[in-house]
């Protein structure tokens, strides 16, 4: 026998499109993109971001110069605003609000709905219990009120339903709340990545480090380093003001215990400066940020900088201030570099130590500090002379000295190295390049602001998404129908308990809802429920 085949009708493009949109807006979709969300993101940490680190950028396009100007073409060096990530990023936003919405407007159409009517065969329910009650002691109708009313009393929304040749029935169904949650949890998901996105596009960060008697004002040039959002304006910066009083820490000083000398706890404290308003108080800790101007300011760091008075060969002051020592150890042994580019008659270079606890003798070992509390404050320094190269237009680390153009004036190999504690506070550099003078110390912090306009929409919408998982964890949508019937001068209640789902709490909620009948009408059972078995028949006295 022939067989023909049709081919199948085309969709069109209207079709397409509603194809298209269901796909789109189904949950393994939505997990889809996540996935591909988180495995977009992986370049951003493997190359250097235009947005954060340019002069990086173009440093690695140079060194890379086939690979890198390809990367650049497909964005990897501005992979957050990528039309790739933002492409990802939109489609999993429109998937989870395609998923949700049409569920959040069945479900409140079901919960307008009465329960489902009475199945005709209720011994086929997963759980199923009957009792027989004599027939002058109970009508149907009766009967299926007090079910009614016991089912109300244990949260269900109740219907009676008259099914004629005096039959009488209830459904009842609760649970709804579980839907709820699980819509919650999606919506809170959705907040999420708002959150997210809003604070990637309109946030900011910024770091600066600030010494004791310093005030940083909150403008682009007082950062040291700051990273804007995507979308962030510099001119939207609220310009207050912050002044380190001072810095104190506190150490472990018990002389039996094993972190003996460590520091214990940090205190900061600060002026602050809003426009318009007066002067505030406030102290900064690890963990304690100061709110101030819609931003948060986090205590990151902390450390020495020794003051110094560099004077040249022409016998002017060529440098007065604090240098910021970056600490290398637990006992703060931290590394100084300062440049010195208006000294004549040619620019100095230092780069060496300083030690809060110094502990050094020339040709006795490398120096070192023995305790991060400045007992015994002490500068071991290398001096240089020539062309320090700030010139030549290319960005330098202030925390580099670059020596190739420099010539060395002391060196610790060589063993004049230039050392000052509180007995030699002044060492005369050779060649007639002047002086240096150690003239104390100051504390310093390392201060984190951010800016982050989604934090709260993220807070919240976390808050929400746990109660609607844990609502549509523990909360059990459930189904119960009731009929009652008399024959032979037998009253018939019989009754089964449906679960949306796996409910292992199911068969329980049969034996309190028998023990609530059997205390409503007064019976004692010849023989006790079982919850092992889905079906049984119950006597009542």
Same mark, same amino acid.
């Given at each position: 026998?022939?067989?023909t085949?049709t081919?199948?009708?085309a969709?069109g493009?209207?079709g397409?499109?509603r194809?298209?949109?269901t796909q789109?807006?189904?949950?393994?979709?939505?997990?889809?993109?996540?996935?591909l969300?988180?495995?977009?993101?992986?370049?951003g940490?493997?190359?250097?971001?235009?947005?954060?680190?340019?002069a990086?950028?173009?440093?690695?396009?140079k060194?890379?110069?086939?690979?890198?100007?390809?990367?650049?073409?497909?964005?990897?060096?501005?992979?957050?605003?990528?039309?790739?990530?933002?492409?990802?990023?939109?489609l999993?936003?429109i998937?989870?609000?395609?998923?949700?919405?049409?569920?959040?407007i069945?479900?409140?159409k079901?919960w307008r709905?009465p329960?489902?009517?009475t199945p005709?065969?209720?011994?086929?329910m997963?759980?199923?219990?009957?009792?027989?009650?004599?027939?002058d002691?109970l009508?149907?109708?009766?009967?299926?009120?007090?079910?009614?009313a016991?089912?109300?009393?244990?949260?269900?929304?109740?219907q009676?339903?008259?099914?004629?040749?005096?039959?009488y $029935?209830v459904g009842?169904? @609760? #649970?709804?709340?579980?839907? %709820?949650?699980?819509?919650? +949890?999606?919506?809170?998901? =959705? &907040?999420?990545?708002?959150?997210?996105a809003?604070? $990637?596009?309109?946030?900011? @960060? #910024?770091?600066?480090?600030l %010494?004791?008697?310093?005030? +940083?004002?909150?403008?682009? =040039? &007082?950062?040291?380093?700051?990273?804007?959002?995507t979308?962030?304006?510099?001119?939207?910066?609220?310009p207050?003001? %912050?002044?380190?009083n001072? +810095?104190?820490?506190?150490y472990?000083?018990?002389?039996?215990?094993?972190?003996y000398?460590?520091?214990?706890d940090?205190?900061?404290?600060?002026?602050?400066?809003?426009?318009?308003?007066?002067?505030?108080?406030?102290t900064?800790?690890?963990n304690?940020?100061?709110?101030?101007?819609?931003?948060?300011?986090?205590?990151?760091?902390n450390?020495?900088?020794?003051?110094?008075?560099v004077?040249?060969g022409e016998?002017?002051?060529?440098?007065?201030g604090?240098?910021?020592?970056?600490?290398?150890d637990?006992?703060?042994?931290s590394?100084?570099?300062?440049?010195?580019?208006?000294?004549?008659?040619?620019?100095?270079g230092?780069?060496?130590?300083?030690?809060?606890?110094?502990?050094?003798?020339?040709?006795?070992?490398?120096?070192h500090?023995?305790d991060?509390?400045?007992?015994?404050p002490?500068?071991?320094?290398?001096?240089?002379?020539?062309?320090?190269?700030?010139?030549?237009?290319?960005p330098q680390n202030?925390y580099?000295?670059?020596?190739?153009?420099?010539?060395?004036?002391?060196?610790?190999?060589?063993?004049?190295?230039i050392?000052?504690?509180?007995?030699h506070r002044?060492?005369?550099?050779?060649?007639?390049n002047?002086?240096i003078?150690f003239?104390?110390?100051?504390?310093?912090?390392g201060m984190?602001?951010r800016h982050?306009?989604?934090?709260?929409i993220?807070?919240?919408?976390?808050?929400?998404a746990?109660v609607g998982?844990?609502?549509?964890?523990?909360?059990?949508?459930?189904?119960?129908?009731?009929?009652?019937?008399?024959n032979?001068?037998?009253?018939?209640?019989?009754?089964?308990l449906?679960?949306r789902?796996?409910d292992?709490r199911?068969a329980?909620?049969a034996?309190?809802i028998?023990?609530?009948?059997?205390?409503?009408?007064?019976?004692?059972?010849?023989?006790?429920?079982?919850?092992?078995?889905?079906?049984?028949?119950?006597?009542?006295k």
């Amino acid at each position: 026998m022939a067989r023909t085949h049709t081919d199948a009708p085309a969709l069109g493009i209207t079709g397409m499109l509603r194809w298209g949109w269901t796909q789109l807006t189904k949950m393994n979709t939505a997990l889809l993109l996540l996935l591909l969300l988180a495995v977009a993101a992986v370049p951003g940490s493997m190359f250097p971001q235009r947005i954060q680190d340019p002069a990086k950028v173009t440093d690695y396009i140079k060194t890379h110069p086939g690979w890198g100007e390809f990367a650049d073409k497909i964005q990897l060096f501005d992979v957050f605003s990528s039309g790739w990530f933002s492409a990802i990023y939109l489609l999993l936003f429109i998937s989870l609000i395609g998923c949700v919405t049409p569920r959040a407007i069945k479900h409140a159409k079901d919960w307008r709905k009465p329960p489902a009517r009475t199945p005709k065969n209720l011994s086929r329910m997963p759980v199923h219990r009957t009792i027989d009650i004599d027939a002058d002691a109970l009508t149907p109708q009766a009967a299926i009120e007090d079910a009614a009313a016991i089912l109300r009393k244990r949260r269900y929304r109740v219907q009676i339903r008259e099914e004629g040749d005096g039959q009488y $029935s209830v459904g009842a169904e @609760r #649970g709804y709340l579980r839907e %709820v949650g699980n819509i919650l +949890f999606h919506v809170a998901m =959705i &907040g999420i990545l708002v959150g997210v996105a809003v604070g $990637s596009l309109f946030g900011y @960060r #910024g770091q600066k480090i600030l %010494v004791e008697g310093e005030t +940083f004002v909150n403008s682009l =040039i &007082g950062y040291d380093s700051f990273t804007p959002g995507t979308n962030y304006n510099p001119d939207w910066l609220n310009p207050y003001a %912050v002044t380190l009083n001072n +810095f104190q820490v506190r150490y472990d000083r018990q002389r039996d215990s094993h972190t003996y000398g460590q520091d214990l706890d940090y205190n900061a404290q600060l002026t602050v400066q809003n426009p318009g308003s007066s002067p505030e108080q406030k102290t900064l800790k690890v963990n304690e940020p100061v709110d101030v101007g819609g931003t948060s300011v986090f205590l990151s760091g902390n450390g020495y900088a020794p003051i110094v008075k560099v004077t040249d060969g022409e016998g002017k002051v060529a440098y007065e201030g604090p240098v910021v020592a970056l600490p290398t150890d637990g006992k703060y042994t931290s590394s100084v570099v300062l440049k010195v580019p208006d000294a004549r008659p040619a620019q100095l270079g230092f780069v060496g130590m300083f030690l809060p606890t110094g502990s050094y003798e020339r040709g006795a070992g490398i120096p070192h500090s023995v305790d991060s509390a400045p007992a015994n404050p002490m500068l071991v320094l290398q001096s240089y002379s020539g062309d320090l190269g700030l010139n030549s237009g290319q960005p330098q680390n202030v925390y580099v000295l670059d020596t190739s153009k420099l010539t060395a004036l002391n060196s610790m190999a060589n063993q004049n190295g230039i050392v000052l504690d509180a007995q030699h506070r002044i060492a005369t550099l050779p060649e007639g390049n002047g002086t240096i003078e150690f003239m104390g110390y100051k504390r310093y912090v390392g201060m984190e602001v951010r800016h982050d306009p989604g934090q709260n929409i993220v807070l919240y919408s976390f808050v929400v998404a746990f109660v609607g998982l844990i609502v549509s964890l523990f909360v059990a949508r459930r189904r119960v129908w009731v009929r009652a019937s008399t024959n032979e001068g037998v009253l018939t209640v019989e009754y089964g308990l449906l679960a949306r789902g796996e409910d292992p709490r199911l068969a329980a909620e049969a034996e309190r809802i028998t023990d609530a009948f059997a205390a409503r009408w007064g019976l004692e059972f010849a023989e006790e429920p079982s919850s092992e078995e889905p079906t049984e028949k119950t006597e009542g006295k």
